[in-house]
């Protein structure tokens, strides 16, 4: 599998049975698997991703009798639970915390109510018939609060229309490829969608009657967005579907340079000010140079993460695993080891990736996809 850069996944499997094996990233990262005597995945590895340099347990699995699966264990080493009836539907989970959620199903196998055994994020529903003269069905959902939702959904599974507890009803018309065509809010404002032939948004209509319209290329990437009042986006790609150019109404332009694997490794502003970027071979940026020349290097761990960060004075910071989600920093005095003062500690953060310039454009985004 490989997208239009070349980065590629391969993927392996055991010639006899047919289990995955292991998945591979062209960016050099390796998944191994390891499963049971009935190929169910037992346990993930990153191959070569401990510090001894073997490989790190990601997360492990555990499977009933009936090849459900009951447990999944990270890096915290708490498993989070989960219990099926005998047509293998869920009927509960329980996450790390101890916290326990529930499932309950009619005859003809619908989820009838759901909930926190304290009575957190609970609810029911109830399935209506089917109308003879509109073929719509009524569903409702009532929360832990005892509000109470209704939902109408057509023949093709489309909600057509969406009442609220205080009785505030909002409606949705949908063509036969559920593309959203109209939604009225309950005050009757509408707002009008159109699509192009290849399924690209080309259009919206407010309910002040002014519109927005996308121009798309053979990517089903916008190239042209004009807003409301006239003003126009521009965005260039090159033939990989990367953004390689952004221009504003007021006709500022913005440019990204790529490397062979679609990473970004250069971005001009409007000013002529450029930003460089140096990256592994996964993509991820190892080093930053502002347009003023100062650059910013990191040092990553085999998963990703960075481990050591370098500032353009020349100051180094180092970052060491800790708790799951966290990370500890000690930054040495000059001329001193690492070893030092106890460690400071907080919610581990990417550092921020080498992106293209986004446009502050006006956003037509697609509408939501229907749902039953």
């Known amino acids: 599998m490989a997208d239009r850069n070349g980065n590629y996944l391969s993927f392996d499997y055991d010639d006899e049975t047919g289990a995955p094996l292991a998945i591979r990233h062209s960016g050099g990262h390796h998944l191994r698997f390891t499963c049971d005597e009935r190929g169910l995945v037992t346990a993930l590895y990153l191959a070569g991703g401990a510090e001894d340099g073997g490989d790190a347990l990601v997360v492990s699995y555990g499977h009933d009798d009936m090849g459900n699966l009951t447990a999944v264990t990270a890096s915290c080493g708490i498993p989070g639970r989960y219990e099926y009836d005998a047509l293998h539907r869920m009927t509960a989970w329980v996450d790390t915390n101890a916290s326990r959620y529930e499932y309950t199903y009619d005859a003809s196998g619908r989820c009838v109510s759901q909930g926190g055994t304290e009575g957190h994020l609970r609810y029911h529903y109830a399935y209506g018939r089917t109308d003879p003269e509109t073929g719509h069905r009524t569903t409702t959902a009532t929360n832990s609060l005892g509000r109470t939702s209704h939902y109408r959904i057509n023949e093709r599974l489309q909600v ?213």
């Open 160 to 372: 057509v229309a969406e009442t609220d507890p205080l009785g505030n009803t909002s409606r949705k018309q949908w063509d036969s490829r559920d593309q959203l065509l109209s939604a009225t809010d309950a005050s009757g404002n509408v707002t009008r969608y159109a699509w192009d032939d290849d399924h690209n948004l080309a259009a919206v209509q407010l309910p002040d009657g002014s519109v927005q319209t996308i121009t798309c290329n053979a990517f089903h990437l916008p190239v042209e967005i004009t807003g409301a009042h006239g003003a126009v986006w521009r965005q260039e790609w090159d033939d990989k579907g990367n953004r390689t150019a952004v221009t504003t109404p007021d006709g500022a332009r913005s440019t990204s340079a790529y490397e062979g694997t679609g990473a970004v490794t250069a971005v001009t502003d409007p000013t002529g000010a450029t930003r460089h970027f140096v990256n592994d071979a996964a993509g991820l940026p190892t080093a930053v140079r502002d347009p003023l020349g100062n650059t910013t290097s990191v040092v990553r761990d085999a998963f990703g993460h960075v481990t050591q960060l370098t500032d353009p004075t020349g100051a180094v910071k180092y970052i060491v695993s800790s708790a799951p989600r966290t990370t500890s920093s000690r930054s040495p005095p000059p001329g001193t080891s690492a070893v030092g003062p106890p460690t400071r500690r907080w919610p581990r953060r990417p550092i921020p990736s080498a992106r293209a310039p986004t446009a502050t454009a006006p956003t037509a985004t697609s509408p939501p996809s229907s749902t039953s």
